[in-house]
């Protein structure tokens, strides 16, 4: 920090006199954005990359304090890789679109778009970058739009408006920034300007608001520009900036808790409001919510190395950022008849005693983990805990409610053969787990290629489905749009309203699909026992921060060295 400490950033508070001035800039510079043309965004965008690359040393040593994450831990590579490499990578994309948009008219995407089944699937990873394709090589995404998007039409308004061919009324958005995940807040700060349209007030998380000074140096020329201002504070601060007559909109992301708040009020008379859909804060909302994620194991014949690989990306998905993340996966999903099952738990088991526990950074972590562990917590580094074989009429709280601590538990199925148990998995993830973000299938060779497969995908209603893969890497791919399934309403919002990356400007997308094999080679830096992941990591940002060929050498060969 350059003139605070970390403490002090999280006591900061911005009084409402400073949160009327900010806000009344604010509206001033709102019709100016309207009417910012292509060219300008991309300059806004590449000064935005320069003011990334002077903090992100600092950005990082700063997060790991916060978090304290002592020096050679392998988790220091989650804060550069969620936070200034994702920063850089949004950047780096969407100045792409723009560009082609300067060019062509709309962007380029990277493969043939498909018809099936009534949707347009769309291939947005690996980008037209040669990177990505080196890179991540097997990983592949698609995004499936929803029905009513036309083939021959799949950018919508949102393309005719950055190209002003339709004019929208100027906006002041009010985003109410995560406190979990670094990158969270400045990518829904750059989506909303530089695609929406919406001049922004960001409110500081107080968890990570040690991080707005950062924001303020690295994010200057949209503050110089008049379409962004940052303020600080708890409740008191995001309440009266919400409700606020010069605010437009709302994104949040956070719990729903948070959400029903804001729009509902008060737990005593949250349901009458609902009843009678009488909101207290009347202005559209967006929002991301969280997820109780569920990863289900299909039936099949797995080698032992195939079984292992999975238990790292189920491990990693566990452990990334202490588990505080809203896609930690909470709940695997096995068959009763699955031979595959007990070798799985036992290689998680297995792999999440070699992880030292995590500090737990995150507020009520303690309290939240006596809750859903059943055992108080040791103290401030909390176990990862995996609970087998547990009742959803026993335990309903692990299955209807977003724990945000590192326990995870598992629930056994009954079907009478393996296609029988998919479709009871896919129903169970639908109807019983509380969310609609993110889910992820481990597929057995015997599935791999069925209509079986095809149609739980298809039906799975989470806005991102990983097969044989963490769903969370897509949070990071920004070519990928993120957000919950469609069709939520303020009501019952589930896993959040809207989208945010999609650098590629789809309209209306309704889920994206990453898929992976069962095993890739070398292994990926996000797993939790990569042997180098800080040095692929730091690798990786200088190659965001000056993509050329000569970086490429030295960051596989730390990869491969992991």
């Known amino acids: 920090m350059s003139n605070i400490t970390v403490s002090e950033a999280q006591q900061r508070n911005t009084d409402h006199a400073s949160i009327d001035v900010a806000l009344t800039r604010l509206r001033s510079a709102a019709t100016d954005l309207t009417r910012c043309s292509i060219r300008r965004r991309i300059d806004l965008a ?103 998007v036309p083939i021959d039409n799949l950018f919508g308004e949102k393309l005719s408006i950055l190209k002003g061919e339709q004019t929208v009324p100027p906006q002041i958005c009010c985003v109410l920034g995560a406190g979990n995940v670094a990158a969270i807040p400045a990518t829904d700060v750059l989506t909303k300007i530089l695609q ?80 009678n859909n009488a909101p207290i804060l009347n202005k559209p909302v967006t929002s991301e ?21 999975q238990a790292e990306h189920i491990v990693a998905s566990i452990t990334n950022n202490a588990s505080f993340n809203c896609i930690a996966t909470k709940q695997l999903i096995t068959w009763k008849e699955c031979n595959s099952r007990d070798r799985l738990l036992g290689y998680i088991d297995e792999i999440l005693a070699q992880i030292e526990p995590r500090f737990a950074y995150y507020p009520g972590a303690k309290d939240r983990f006596a809750t859903y562990a059943g055992e108080p917590a040791p103290g401030d580094h909390l176990p990862w805990t995996l609970l087998r074989d547990v009742d959803i009429a026993t335990r309903p709280e692990l299955f209807h409610e977003e724990s945000f601590v590192c326990v995870c538990g598992e629930t056994r199925l009954d079907a009478e053969s393996p296609q029988a148990f998919l479709e009871t998995a896919v129903r169970f993830a639908n109807e019983e787990l509380w969310g609609t973000l993110a889910a992820a299938i481990t597929v057995s060779p015997e599935f791999s290629k069925t209509e079986f497969l095809r149609t ?85 940002y200088e190659l965001y921060s000056q993509p050329t060929l000569t970086r490429l050498p030295g960051l596989l060969f730390k990869a491969i060295q992991g």
């Open 196 to 275: 929406d349209n919406c001049v922004v007030l960001l409110k500081m998380n107080p968890v990570n608001a040690y991080l707005g000074e950062l924001f303020e140096q690295a994010l200057a020329p949209l503050i110089t520009a008049g379409y962004l201002a940052i303020v600080y504070g708890g409740a008191g601060a995001g309440g009266y900036a919400v409700n606020h007559d010069q605010v437009d909109q709302v994104h949040v992301t956070g719990s729903i808790e948070t959400h029903d708040a804001i729009v509902w009020g008060s737990r005593e008379e949250r349901e009458s409001r609902k009843a």
């Open 456 to 540: 739980a995908v298809r039906e799975l209603r989470y806005g991102t489905v990983g097969l044989n893969q963490w769903p969370g890497v897509s949070f990071a791919l920004m070519s990928t749009p993120w957000g919950g399934f469609p069709g939520t309403s303020l009501r019952d919002a589930k896993s959040g309203i809207g989208d945010v990356h999609n650098t590629f400007l789809l309209d209306r997308p309704e889920k994206t699909v990453l898929s992976s094999p069962l095993t890739m080679h070398p292994k990926p830096m996000w797993f939790s026992t990569h042997r180098k992941p800080e040095a692929v990591a730091w690798k990786l």
């Open 289 to 309: 919510l969280g997820n109780v994620s569920p990863w289900i194991l299909t039936p099949g014949k797995y080698t032992d190395a195939q079984l292992r690989f």
């Open 46 to 148: 590449e000064a935005c990359l320069e003011g990334v690359d002077g903090i992100a040393k600092t950005w990082v040593e700063t997060a790991c304090e916060a978090k304290q994450i002592p020096a050679g831990s392998p988790a220091r590579a989650e804060e550069i890789t969620a936070g200034p490499v994702s920063v850089l990578r949004y950047l780096r994309l969407l100045i792409r679109t723009l560009h082609d948009i300067e060019k062509s008219g709309k962007p380029h995407l990277p493969g043939k778009v498909r018809h099936e089944n009534g949707q347009c699937i769309v291939p947005v990873f690996p980008t037209n970058d040669l990177f990505d394709r080196l890179l991540f090589y097997p990983m592949v995404a698609e995004t499936r739009l929803e029905p009513s």
